[in-house]
């Protein structure tokens, strides 16, 4: 297989015109798909159907978390993956040698021959909030071209949305003043569930990442410090003196002068000046008695990671013991940067009671800002991480805490409390022949036709309603009252009168009808569309505990049909 996989630089699997990139992951390829794709393919062509003219829904039947929302990400991979869909000689070769020897030379130079440049796309922009059984996507075109794009774009939006609106989740919980940063890559399910994590929790609302890669590849915010292993790596001289072995340290700073930060003078023994401001605050009114020695090793790690980075000095306190060492090495450091004109950035805690932890620390910067007349040492960032999630965001803010930061991996980037959101990919019409996919279960019953999809909003400005629509229905009108009704339950009905009108789905990707194409945007208006469509909604939508579920719901005409059509194609049962 070709080593090179990406955009138009490959030649050829960009489609002639079309100035996209290919997908990130370079293992996103047409063969990123499951064998009855190609199965289905061939039984398609061998029937003379493979070219009818199909319409596809993408779309989930449950909201994730136990939640009443879920936000939509993975539309830009998507484009990307059809835009330059093209199966390379190797591939097909590969599909050749995978399926039955009875398959026909005919089928192969068919594949040889496919694109996307017959499919159409359309789409609810990435980032928006949605709900179950509204189409994220509609799919349109030949119908063994469009089920052999199926699994990649169930892959490449399943776990998207899912991890994007797990971030909106925490994000919902921490508060909008809270900094959130994304430290799950050492976690992840893989590179792959590792960098797709990083680009969709900032989507979903937050604000920085630990992941260097991803920060590269999508121009994320970076943010990290150091670990424990920098500070137990430091070694002082009477630790060493305190053993009955012949050993020697070596003075582990060696260069200790640092420059000011305006250029104009520097500091030859900045260790000093350290040990000096130790010594005061060791000895402050408000502090006398609160702290004893602190461990020596880890005001050396501190001194000496302060002047490898003293604009951007954030220190990883709890190795030894917070508030009796950690926080007071801190700050002795943090005010020997103050005097050379630097600002400390603050500390991390990564164990331990956070709430109180946080508060001691807290009134520690407050005291040192009395005592040492350091105006703003108070505010100084405290950042918590250790393995949180959505329960102990929300217990903290219950207990009082003095937490401005949280870095959050594990239970964020591998979904924790649930592994999948279970997008499927459903025909709704073949040939303008709409089609339905029933089922004893109710919530999996499809709902047939190519849709139009709208929400409408109310007095107060937040979402009422999402309304499907035939294609051919009139759109709702702002100031017209229409009649919402629950898909397939009769009773469950409303009159809506909109004041505001918005259509969901946009196209993305026009194949060659000639429509205009909607722009993929930036990262960063995607993430700003998040945030805003959330800002927006309802609060009892919103809530973690007992959320109010959102309506979802088809116009009468489209009811009527949907059960009509059900109970034409059901069989009709008899009894003896």
Not at 2 to 21: C, F, H, L, Q, V
Not at 299 to 327: C, E, K, Q
Not at 388 to 396: C, G, P, Q
Not at 410 to 419: D, F, H, N, R, S
Request: proline residues 6%; aromatic residues 10%.
């Amino acid at each position: 297989m070709e080593a090179k996989r990406n955009g138009a630089a490959t030649g050829d699997r960009a489609s002639p015109g079309r100035a996209i990139d290919g997908p990130t992951n370079p293992m996103v390829t047409p063969l990123l798909t499951d064998l009855y794709q190609f199965t289905m393919a061939y039984a398609y062509w061998k029937a003379g159907k493979h070219n009818e003219r199909s319409v596809f829904d993408l779309y989930f039947r449950k909201n994730p978390f136990g939640g009443e929302y879920t936000v939509f990400a993975g539309l830009e991979e998507c484009i990307k993956f059809i835009a330059n869909f093209k199966l390379t000689n190797d591939e097909i070769s590969f599909i050749r040698d995978s399926l039955p020897s009875s398959c026909e030379d005919g089928f192969f130079d068919y594949l040889r021959g496919i694109d996307c440049s017959d499919v159409e796309v359309y789409a609810i922009s990435e980032g928006s909030v949605v709900f179950p059984k509204v189409p994220l996507l509609r799919v349109e075109g030949p119908i063994a071209v469009v089920q052999l794009v199926e699994t990649p774009f169930l892959t490449l939006i399943n776990y998207a949305s899912l991890v994007a609106t797990n971030a909106a989740r925490h994000r919902f919980v921490a508060g909008k003043s809270k900094m959130l940063l994304e430290f799950g890559l050492r976690r992840a399910q893989g590179p792959d569930g590792g960098i797709g994590a990083s680009k969709y929790c900032y989507i979903g609302g937050f604000d920085a990442t630990s992941n260097v890669a991803a920060g590269r590849l999508f121009g994320i915010p970076l943010r990290g410090t150091h670990s424990h292993a920098f500070v137990s790596s430091f070694m002082v001289d009477h630790v060493w003196s305190n053993l009955s072995i012949n050993l020697q340290s070596p003075d582990e700073i060696v260069e200790k002068s640092l420059q000011s930060s305006d250029g104009s003078y520097t500091c030859e023994d900045f260790v000093s000046l350290v040990q000096t401001w130790l010594n005061k605050i060791q000895w402050s009114d408000s502090l006398r008695g609160i702290f004893g020695e602190t461990n020596q090793s880890e005001l050396a790690a501190f001194t000496s990671y302060a002047m490898a980075f003293p604009n951007n000095f954030l220190a990883l306190v709890d190795t030894y013991d917070v508030v009796r060492s950690g926080v007071p090495n801190f700050c002795a450091v943090a005010l020997a940067l103050n005097d050379l004109g630097y600002k400390a950035g603050g500390i991390r805690l990564d164990s331990g009671d956070l709430a109180y932890l946080s508060c001691e620390a807290r009134k520690f910067f407050r005291a040192v800002e009395k005592d040492c007349r350091v105006p703003g040492f108070e505010k100084m960032s405290i950042t918590a991480s250790n393995d949180l999630n959505e329960e102990t965001l929300d217990a903290l803010n219950k207990q009082g805490h003095e937490v401005d930061a949280y870095g959050i991996g594990t239970y964020l980037v591998t979904c924790y409390a649930q592994p999948a959101l279970g997008c499927v990919f459903k025909l709704v019409e073949i040939n303008n022949q709409p089609r339905i996919k029933l089922s004893e279960d109710v919530s999996k019953v499809s709902i047939p036709c190519k849709k139009r999809s709208y929400r409408l909003y109310g007095k107060e400005g937040y979402p009422l309603v999402d309304i499907m629509t035939g294609e051919n229905e009139p759109p709702p009108k702002v100031g017209e009252r229409i009649l919402c009704r629950h898909p397939f339950n009769e009773s469950k009905r409303a009159y809506v009168v909109p004041q505001q009108v918005e259509e969901l789905l946009k196209c993305y990707w026009p194949g060659s009808s000639g429509k205009p194409r909607e722009e993929l945007p930036a990262l960063k208006d995607i993430r700003e569309r998040c945030i805003k469509q959330l800002e927006r909604m309802r609060p009892d939508h919103m809530r973690r505990l007992n959320p109010t579920p959102y309506k979802v719901s088809v116009s009468a005409k489209l009811y009527d049909f949907i059960h009509f059509l059900w109970l034409n194609e059901a069989p009709v049962g008899e009894l003896q």
